[in-house]
């Protein structure tokens, strides 16, 4: 075989304009037969896991990078050996038409799916990274092929690239007073790391001091090299920010700091309803179903939007016009092993009881697999986090982003109440509703608010109210 023959497999957009993604598995090894549309890694994005197949046949000749690693899109993750894939009739004097022929199977051949889906067909490209522009299309061309380890340019643009590198890295040479330009790269494809960026601040420290023909008037100017931060390892631990964290922080992050939250709170007994739940897990039409006391706090809030339908709405800054949705995609956030997640109910509030606690625990068990598609994950329209279940009262929620109101479900726990004029034990709970005051008004979110409560204090409103 001739290098020719080795195709490059690059980590795709397995998203809407993700850029990077982690390696959790590997399912096969150097030397592993692989054939069209066979599995070959796991990987991690900022929404979900999903397996990765293999577009063509052949034989695993390497791994370009281990378990844990996170990737950029675009980079190639592992190298295959593929039989006859050089044509005949390629002249050897042009190698500069072998990165087209190596990207032509990938328009034809079958593309990255989310776990659990079929194969088909995605139109989706990689955003090109940012830098200066390059006055010759050649040139850009050529670097290009010199990152993606093809070759190397004939000759080096005039305007010199960005240096590659991520933002945490960036912002770790501003505060350094270190300039990216002169920083030797050490990661994959010419990317600096951290590490590099300590080694050149370390390599300014200990460099001979100027010139002795340097004049007198210059030395003032001179300045330390800043400080390198240091840890205490055996005391502390630094988890990269990554995954679902990295994803979870700048979407709580933009929406706290761009929708103006109100939350409000009201304790409700909510014994009929508990009473409602056990008479449900009896009937058959619930049988094999899970009922609990979310299923008749989501159906709650369902018809507390139907009653108040302006709750269900979100805010488009760019065209300065407030949307309101409707269908209730109702979102029900959820705690897994690689962290908070929000999936939803597509067209909640069209189903009946039994469905919506069918698609309520199938959301729950895909969600503690870990196998949420990103599908899953967009176009929610309200949300309800259940903080209950940790023993927790109540909380302030924050919006999940492009949505106007969340509700919070406190513990249910046996408490002294006023009932039919005597003080007797009753099952109460705290409720609180977040909302954007941009577009919900204090009226409308208490409206919102006071029917759910009204509706788990006495259930058969869910009759009378729907």
Known sequence: MTDASVREFKMPDVGEGLTEAEILKWYVQVGDTV???????????????????????????????????????????????????????????????????????????????????GVSTSSTKRRPRKGPEVAVAQASTAIQTELNGH???????????????????????KDLGVDLATVVPSGPDGIITREDVHAAVSATATAPSAPAAAPAAEAPVTRAPAPV???????????????????????????????????EFVTVDVTRTMKLVEELKQDKEFAGLRVNPLLLIAKALLVAIRRNPDINA????????????????????????????????????????????????????????????????QGGTVTITNVGVFGVDTGTPILNPGESAILAVGAIKLQPWVHKGKVKPRQVTTLALSFDHRLVDGELGSKVLSDVAAILEQPKRLITWA
């Open 151 to 173: 070759g190397t340019p004939a000759a080096a643009p005039e305007a010199r690239p960005r240096p590659l590198a991520k933002p945490p890295v960036r912002k770790l040479a």
């Open 35 to 117: 054939t069209d549309g066979q599995v070959v890694c796991e990987v991690e994005t900022a929404k979900a896991a999903v397996e990765l197949p293999i577009p063509y046949d052949g034989v695993v000749r390497e791994l370009h990078f281990p378990e844990g690693t996170t990737v950029d899109v675009g980079t190639s993750i592992i190298a295959v050996e593929v039989a006859g894939a050089a044509p005949a009739g390629v002249p050897a004097q042009a190698p500069a038409a072998e990165p087209r022929a190596e990207q032509e199977p990938k328009a034809e051949g079958r593309q990255p799916v989310l776990v659990g889906y």
């Open 229 to 263: 931060p240091s840890y205490d390892t055996a005391r502390e631990t630094r988890v990269p920010v990554k995954g679902v964290r990295k994803a979870t922080a700048a979407a709580m992050v933009g929406s706290a700091f761009t929708a103006p939250h109100v939350t």
């Open 314 to 377: 979100s805010w488009d800054e760019a065209a300065q016009e407030i949307v309101v949705k409707h269908y209730v995609n109702l979102g029900i956030a959820a705690a897994t092993p690689r962290g908070l997640i929000v999936p939803n109910i597509k067209d909640a509030h069209a189903r009946t009881l039994p469905q919506l606690a069918e698609a309520l625990g199938e959301l729950v068990a895909t969600a503690r697999e870990g196998r949420t598609s990103p599908a899953a994950m």
